[in-house]
């Protein structure tokens, strides 16, 4: 089978089904809720009632899944009416089809598809592969179980979700899992513990705990952004993390986005703890008249945000209940609205470079289902995108339906260490929110005019970014940014004062040293402060005391040279300026 997307999605579709057929054979009494494609894979959820599945059922059902491939079954497709496929789910239990034919006949259908592969039929709207013996030996694994709600509901009951892998080839399938398993080795989560950057705990379940080198870090990456963001005219402003019902009605979130958001009262009156900056910056926007020859007005906020996330989804960094965005939001007239989405494309794609990101994916992200503001605004916001990565000469590819809820954006899916794509950066154009909050300025003329604001997050969130970064790096961040940039190794008791002098001149000129004077061999200290990823590791004995010279170790380097300290501490603060 050849490995065009599409035809890849039809063969992990069928697979789908296939694993689906197989699990039936195994417990017979299950029910079948559904079993999308996704990314390298698919998924089936079911309900076992009281029976009990594990991971080491994956043999077992991977044996039958070969059964079903080797004896060839035709994929036979049916249409049936409606009413038919409730009276017959009904008569089978099914109640998690017969819930979906139910919504289904609510919008109008009147016939629906089921796909027969042997003695398994399922609802299934297709396509698939024309037989079960169009699989490739060794393609395809079953790699996971999970707990998942039905239709994501946390009121739902919680059902059994299988995950399997497909690729095209055998070999593809190996190439994945080698990956796969170089990322569990690089796992943030893991790394993260190793290095004492952060801890999660069941007291703030999706809310990340900081420790002091993971603060280093995530101000490093602050201060960067910051002096970033100085040099392209950013004004910074701090908003509250709390703010009145009206603000969100205002801003469409109450009826848009109010499944992803806390609330509070005080004082009898509705509150919402922020889950984006946004109206805030209108609001501050608003606090003066704005003439034409002040535009663009540029805002950034290092802006902490709450969104409500179901904990089945809540994965260490990636996914959190609490983040800080590098946001930043735009507002300029519709003649400068072209150079303002360039300022940040070009913005977006430097800083990705300085971080090892060279290789990206960029999208334009269109209007979805819940939306604020008029087609008029949407078509013109999203051709202000396109006209841009044209005239820049960048591929894009268009998600459908996945823009916010206020305007279309820009999306930077950026490839790792490891050749996984991260999606990043936003751009977002919106002429809907300044309009709402009666956000003006006066134009050349005299009259007063609506800004268009841009919103423009480039790290995204940072805890997020942060995670990615552990993963990228392997944990081996570069100079700049690790928390400890040099260890400092005696090697005797009657070398400790030295090297306390020693971390003493390297704290005077900003360098963030660490010292091992512990009682163990240098043999010892060195594995320790490998472990830990430093990237510099100086020995001191009695050589270096009486000398101007250090015994220099750099990481993933087994040798060590002998280096003049002025001339070591001057290296090494021109590399951390520059960010090497």
Same mark, same amino acid.
């Given at each position: 089978m050849s490995n065009k997307k599409i035809d890849l999605e039809i063969y992990r579709h069928s697979l789908s089904h296939i694993m689906a057929a197989a699990v039936k054979k195994l417990w017979p009494k299950i029910k079948f809720a559904i079993g999308p494609v996704i990314e390298n894979g698919f998924y089936y959820d079911f309900d076992f009632g009281g029976a009990k599945i594990n991971d080491s059922d994956f043999e077992k059902i991977e044996k039958e899944m070969e059964k079903i491939i080797r004896a060839d079954y035709k994929f036979k497709k049916s249409a049936v009416k409606i009413a038919e496929a409730i009276k017959k789910e009904k008569k089978e239990g099914q109640i998690y089809k017969v819930e979906l034919l139910v919504g289904l006949k609510k919008e109008g259908k009147q016939e629906v598809s089921y796909y027969e592969l042997e003695n398994f039929i399922d609802l299934c709207r297709g396509p698939h592969i024309e037989s079960s013996a169009k699989i490739s030996a060794g393609s395809y694994k079953i790699i996971k179980l999970a707990g998942a709600y039905w239709r994501g509901n946390e009121k739902n009951k919680m059902l059994t979700r299988i995950y399997g892998i497909a690729f095209g080839s055998k070999e593809e399938l190996a190439e994945y899992l080698k990956i796969a398993a170089e990322a569990e080795k690089r796992d943030h989560r893991k790394i993260g513990k190793e290095l004492d950057l952060f801890s999660l705990h069941d007291e703030g379940i999706g809310f990340p705990f900081?420790?002091?080198?993971?603060?280093?870090? $995530?101000?490093?990456?602050?201060?960067?952004?910051?002096?970033?963001?100085r040099k392209r005219g950013y004004g910074e402003v701090k908003t509250p993390a709390i703010l009145r019902k009206d603000l969100w009605v205002t801003s469409g979130h109450?009826?848009? @986005?109010?499944?992803?958001?806390? $609330?509070?009262?005080?004082?009898?009156?509705?509150?919402?703890?922020k889950p984006m900056n946004c109206p805030g910056g209108v609001l501050i926007y608003n606090e003066k008249i704005h003439s034409y020859r002040d535009l663009p007005i540029r805002y950034s906020e290092f802006g902490y945000v709450h969104r409500h996330e179901l904990s089945g989804v809540l994965h260490g960094l990636f996914r959190v209940r609490a983040f800080t965005q590098d946001d930043a939001h735009s507002f300029c007239a519709p003649e400068q609205l072209n150079n303002e989405i360039i300022e940040m494309v070009d913005y977006a794609i430097a800083i990705y470079s300085a971080f090892g990101f060279d290789e990206y994916e960029i999208f334009i992200a269109t209007k979805p289902e819940k939306y604020i503001g008029d087609e008029n605004a949407w078509e013109k916001a999203t051709e202000a995108l396109k006209?841009?990565?044209?005239?820049k000469n960048l591929n894009y590819k268009i998600k459908e339906g996945e823009g916010a809820f206020y305007g279309p954006?820009?999306?930077?899916?950026?490839?790792?260490?490891?050749?996984?794509?991260?999606?990043?950066?936003?751009?977002?154009?919106? $002429?809907?929110?300044?309009?709402? @909050?009666?956000?003006?300025?006066?134009?050349?003329?005299g009259n007063k005019n609506t800004p268009v604001m841009v919103h423009r997050a480039i790290l995204g969130?940072?805890?997020? $970014?942060?995670?990615?970064?552990?993963?990228?790096?392997?944990g081996a961040f570069p100079l700049w940014l690790a928390p400890?940039?040099?260890?400092?190794?005696?090697?005797?008791?009657?070398?400790?004062? @030295?090297?306390?002098?020693?971390?003493?001149? @390297?704290?005077?000129?900003?360098?963030?040293s660490e010292i091992d004077c512990g009682n163990e061999t240098v043999g010892n200290k060195i594995r320790k402060a490998v472990a830990k990823k430093t990237p510099y590791i100086l020995v001191v004995g009695d050589k270096e005391i009486n000398s101007d010279k250090l015994a220099v170790r750099e990481r993933g380097s087994k040798e060590t040279r002998e280096i003049i300290k002025n001339e070591f501490i001057a290296d090494l603060k021109k590399k951390i300026k520059n960010k090497e």
């Open positions: 900081w420790h002091p080198n993971g603060m280093v870090i $995530f101000n490093e990456l602050t201060d960067y952004i910051r002096e970033e963001n109450w009826d848009k @986005f109010k499944e992803n958001m806390y $609330f509070t009262e005080i004082e009898g009156l509705e509150y919402s703890v006209k841009v990565l044209e005239q954006k820009i999306e930077f899916n950026v490839k790792d260490a490891l050749r996984r794509n991260w999606q990043l950066g936003t751009i977002q154009v919106d $002429f809907s929110m300044p309009a709402r @909050f009666g956000a003006d300025y006066i134009d050349n003329k969130s940072l805890e997020r $970014f942060i995670g990615i970064l552990i993963e990228h790096y392997a400890t940039q040099i260890e400092i190794l005696s090697v005797g008791e009657s070398h400790i004062d @030295f090297c306390k002098k020693l971390a003493e001149e @390297f704290k005077n000129n900003n360098i963030r």
